[in-house]
């Protein structure tokens, strides 16, 4: 599939969903929460679909049949319990594609449009990732990897760094403008309030 909006993907990617978190705020599993009749990790699966992502891997999680049953391969974390840098980690080893787009379980507004524009940024600027940016402020809960970023981001991982922050200092990264809210992630049960009246 390709983007209905915004172009096409300009080169083969894989797409990573992080479906690990402890979800200790919302206190359930996100990646399972209902939003609109759908399970919260599929609207970021969705997003990267009509992208062009090849595969959609679910990184992480205690559910795998239950992600398999929604269409997702299923991976291992790797490093369970240690943040999100040790599942990025993961998908980048886990990938197939030179691109890997990864996405977390719990952006219920994220859509192909704003998956094409990161991997167009990336492409355009010869960086090794690309993130969105809001109101000044990078949102690292999506992100689209060239894998040859992960022998960085792994040295980063075996030095002690566990926030995609700090890991990111060590890597060229490209920053994408994005409108507000498009990569908003949901981390409390009052959040999905905003969602429930929206049409998917």
């Known amino acids: 599939m390709s983007a209905r909006r915004g172009g096409v993907a300009p080169e083969p990617f894989t797409g990573a969903v992080l479906t690990g978190g402890a979800s200790r705020r919302m206190g359930a599993d996100k990646a399972f929460v209902v939003v609109r009749g759908a399970p919260l990790c599929t609207y970021p699966q969705r997003a990267l679909l009509e992208a062009g992502a090849r595969r959609v891997l679910a990184v992480g999680g205690a559910r795998v049949e239950e992600l398999r049953g929604l269409g997702f391969e299923t991976v291992a974390d790797r490093h369970p319990g240690e943040g999100p840098l040790g599942a990025v980690v993961t998908a980048l080893e886990a990938a197939t594609d030179s691109v890997v787009v990864v996405l977390a379980c719990d952006l219920p507004a994220v859509d192909a449009v704003a998956v094409v524009a990161l ?15 809001a109101a000044g402020r990078r949102q690292l809960a ?5 894998r040859v970023a992960l022998r960085k981001l792994s040295a980063a991982f075996e030095s ?3 926030s995609l922050h700090g890991a990111l200092r060590s890597l060229e990264v490209t920053e994408v403008a994005t409108a507000a809210g498009v990569f908003d992630d949901v981390d409390e049960p009052a959040q999905l309030r905003r969602y429930a009246s929206v049409d998917p």
């Open 119 to 133: 991997l167009r940024a990336l492409r355009r600027t010869g960086a090794e990732v690309a993130v969105p940016i």
């Open 142 to 146: 999506a992100g689209a990897y060239r």
């Open 160 to 162: 002690g760094i566990r």
